[in-house]
């Protein structure tokens, strides 16, 4: 795995930990209506699916990496523009919640 890969798995697993942790705390709300289905079948039915949709993006945007389909420094600028988009995401989740 390159270390945009990683990057985007590390903070995609931290938003999981934090998500769960303050659901199970009852201090948060899921704001994504797919992870609030998901909450029906428990908190073991939203680490499935956050999971689901971390890993999948990764493994495709991986495949494209390495194949050299797309040139590296735009496939870098890619990764970059959804890290970032993921943060401002994220962030906008949790000042919205407070």
């Not at 930990?17 to 209506?33: C, D, S």
């Not at 390495?66 to 000042?95: D, N, P």
């Amino acid at each position: 795995m390159n270390k945009y890969s990683i990057t985007l798995l590390i903070i995609c697993l931290a938003d999981l930990a934090f998500t769960a942790l303050g659901i199970n705390m009852q201090v948060l709300q899921e704001a994504n209506p797919i992870l609030l289905w998901a909450l029906k079948w428990g908190l073991s039915g939203l680490i499935i699916v956050k999971l689901f949709f971390t890993i999948i993006p990764i493994i495709f945007l991986e495949y494209v990496w390495r194949s050299g389909k797309i040139e590296k420094k735009r496939m870098r600028l890619y990764y970059r523009f959804g890290i970032w988009v993921y943060f401002l995401v994220l962030s906008g989740t949790i000042a919205c919640n407070y």
